[in-house]
């Protein structure tokens, strides 16, 4: 199946400073990918859905200025976690379909925020 | 839009038993069902999905899953389960005109010797 891969796969940031982590789809072209996040033992929760060529749409009660997404090609979709802080601390996990209706996921990162 | 139930949180089983996840769903619209497994401090890895046809699906490591449209149930069953099945595991729904998963609350699966 198509891989997804992701960069870091663990990140330590002092509060406030701002964090970056790369989604890449390895073999496949992918015009869109997902971003979701992860608090422990919980659900995985979209946060918004990065478009190549275009401004990432978010979900309802994201921040859009906080969570920078950039969808550099059409392999890469970076998402950038600024001025962050503890309560940012999370698993953050990308996405992309390869065309038909079944998504692949990238590992992880995990973000935590000192 | 649409949501999705997973009624048990947690699932204890012993080792070569039989195991069943539940998940409910609702939508107005079509959509495709999926079931993910999530190691710790992993991605998802499919284990199996629902776009069209047969409602009985079968997945990798012997999981199954049957589609109930009348009962909007996707239930994850496996007959004979092993250690290493010990994992979380995710029921989701997508929209057949999108991509947008929404993810039910996870089922925790512990298997004991």
């Known amino acids: 199946g198509a891989v997804v891969s992701q960069h870091p796969s663990r990140v330590i940031c002092k509060s406030g400073t701002s964090v970056k982590i790369e989604c890449r789809s390895l073999?496949?072209?992918?015009?869109?990918m997902f971003w979701y996040r992860q608090f422990p033992k919980q659900s995985l929760m979209l946060m918004a859905t990065?478009?190549?060529?275009?401004?990432?749409?978010?979900e309802q009660g994201v921040e859009k200025d906080k969570f920078l997404i950039n969808h550099a090609s059409l392999t890469l979709s970076t998402l950038t976690v600024t001025s962050a802080h503890p309560e940012d601390s999370s698993f953050y996990i990308c996405?992309?379909?390869?065309?038909?209706?079944?998504?692949?996921f990238g590992p992880g990162t995990r973000l935590t925020v000192l | 839009a649409q949501s999705v139930t997973q009624l048990d949180s947690q699932v204890p089983v012993f080792e070569e038993a039989p195991v069943e996840l539940r998940c409910n769903y609702s939508s107005s619209v079509s959509v495709y069902l999926f079931w993910y497994v999530q190691y710790p401090n992993q991605g998802l890895q499919l284990l199996l999905k629902y776009l069209s046809g047969s409602t009985l699906v079968k997945g990798i490591n012997g999981f199954e899953a049957e589609f109930n449209k009348s009962q909007t149930s996707f239930h994850l069953r496996k007959p004979s389960v092993h250690i290493s099945d010990t994992a979380e595991y995710f029921c989701a729904v997508s929209r057949s005109n999108d991509y947008k998963l929404s993810f039910g609350a996870g089922t925790t699966v512990t298997v004991r010797a």
């Open positions: 996405s992309a379909p390869s065309g038909g209706a079944e998504q692949f």
């Open positions: 073999d496949f072209q992918a015009t869109t």
């Open positions: 990065s478009n190549e060529g275009s401004k990432a749409t978010y």
